[in-house]
C-alpha cells in the first residue's frame, strides 16, 4: 500500500528464514497475487544477518531499504530516509528510534551498546542498530557482511563508515510488538553482538596497518 501511495518503482523481497508455521505457504500465496514480491525460503534457520543478507543481495533496485518484520517500524518512514538522501545526498541513511518501545532492560542494553560503539569507532549516529536503514546498493555490494545475528544493521553502518562514505540519521517512530513471540535471549545477544565489535574493532585496525 505505502508503494503505491508514494509511486515508487520497487520491489519487496522476503525471506522466510526456516519458519515452522504456516509462513511459507503465506508467502506462497502472496507471491502469486503481487508481481513485484520476490520470495526467499531457507529450510533450516540460519540467523538474522543471513536472512538479511540474502534480501539485500537479491534485491535488483538500486537503492535498497531494510525493515523488520515485525510490525515495529512504520513504512511511512521510509519517505524520511529518501526525503533526507535527497536532500544531503547520503550513500546511506539510518532511522533513529526516538523512543524505543521494548522492556527497560532491553532499552538500557541498547544504549550501553551504542555508547560502546561511539567509543570504539569514533561514530556519533544515535543508534546504529536500528533495522530501519537506505543503503545505496552499489555502495551495499561493495563490502561483505560477516555477521550472522541481530548485529548486522550495525555492521552495515560500521563497514560504510570504515569505507568513507556518507552516512546520515533521521527519526523514526518505534511501536510496540502486535504480535509474535521475540527470539532474542538478551544475555547471548548481547555477548555476541560484543564480540563482533571486538572481532570488527581489531579488523579495521589491522587494516589501516595494511595487515
Known sequence: EYIERSGLSAEIVITNDGSKDNTKKILKNLENKYSNLQVIHFEKNGGYGRALNSSMLSARGEWLVTIDSDGQFRAEDIQKLIKLQNEKKYDLVSGFRIKKNDSYIRVFADRCLNILIRVLFNIKLKDTNCALKLIKKESFESFKLESLGYST???????????GFKIGETGIVHLERQGGVSKLKLFNTAFGFFKVLIYLRL????????L
Open 153 to 163: 544493521p550495525t555492521e552495515i553502518i560500521l563497514k560504510s563508515h570504515q569505507a
Open 203 to 210: 579488523k579495521f585496525h589491522l587494516n589501516r596497518k595494511g
